[in-house]
């Protein structure tokens, strides 16, 4: 029953990423899953709770693949308890843990299906929201520590996407950089000089300020 049903969300992945909620039947995914109508509904009631069911699987998925020890997996008070160098450290591991997912495509489906939410609905936008918005709550808490900026300011949220968009470039961007450093198998030189360019930036914000505490 559980690799039934794994097997129909990584199929509805691949097919809501691809052609969108509107776009993409039950049919079509228990066709390509090699299941049948009723096994969606036994597991999932429903094409909209199929849909949520596949968010939340790409969600955790994704927070699955970056917590490994690092700071996703520790609260907001433990991230305020670290020191200065732990949460820079810490910083480091995720920045570089993104990075690699990026180029081995792990979260394809995921860009995807934000892409095509937006041109669907307010309220799936919501749905996909509701699931990636708390999610933003450690590397906020992170990149407080690490700035001394207000909890929830605007400046804090701005800041902490500025750093964090540097990795989780969509699947344009992505091709459009190899395209223009003439380079699609991401060689480790090539890997290691973007983590290498990604931090310099990132302490260069980090650095001014901290000689604004000064």
């Not at 199929?11 to 228990?30: E, H, N, Q």
């Not at 849909?51 to 997996?73: C, D, H, M, P, W």
């Not at 690490?146 to 996407?161: N, Q």
Request: include cysteine.
């Amino acid at each position: 029953m559980k690799d039934t049903r794994t097997k129909i969300l990584r199929t509805a992945a691949r097919l809501f990423a691809k052609k969108g909620f509107s776009g993409t039947s039950v049919r079509d995914i228990v066709s390509a899953a090699g299941e049948n109508v009723s096994a969606v509904n036994y597991h999932f009631g429903s094409k909209q709770k199929l849909y949520q069911a596949t968010l939340e699987y790409l969600v955790n998925s994704f927070r699955k693949r970056i917590s490994n020890g690092q700071a996703n997996t520790l609260s907001a008070k433990e991230i305020q308890a670290l020191s200065y160098p732990q949460a820079l450290g810490r910083l480091h591991q995720v920045l570089d843990t993104l990075i690699e997912q990026g180029f081995r495509r792990e979260h394809l489906p995921l860009e995807r299906i934000f892409t095509q939410v937006e041109l669907e609905s307010a309220s799936m936008r919501k749905m996909l929201l509701s699931y990636m918005i708390p999610f933003q709550e450690r590397p906020l808490a992170l990149m407080q520590k690490l700035t001394g900026l207000a909890p929830k300011s605007p400046e804090l949220v701005l800041v902490t996407h500025a750093i964090f968009s540097q990795v989780s470039l969509t699947e344009c961007h992505r091709l459009a950089m190899s395209h223009i450093l003439g380079n699609f198998n991401h060689q480790p030189a090539l890997r290691k000089k973007v983590k290498q360019t990604i931090w310099n930036n990132t302490l260069a914000i980090l650095n001014s300020y901290q000689q604004g505490k000064k």
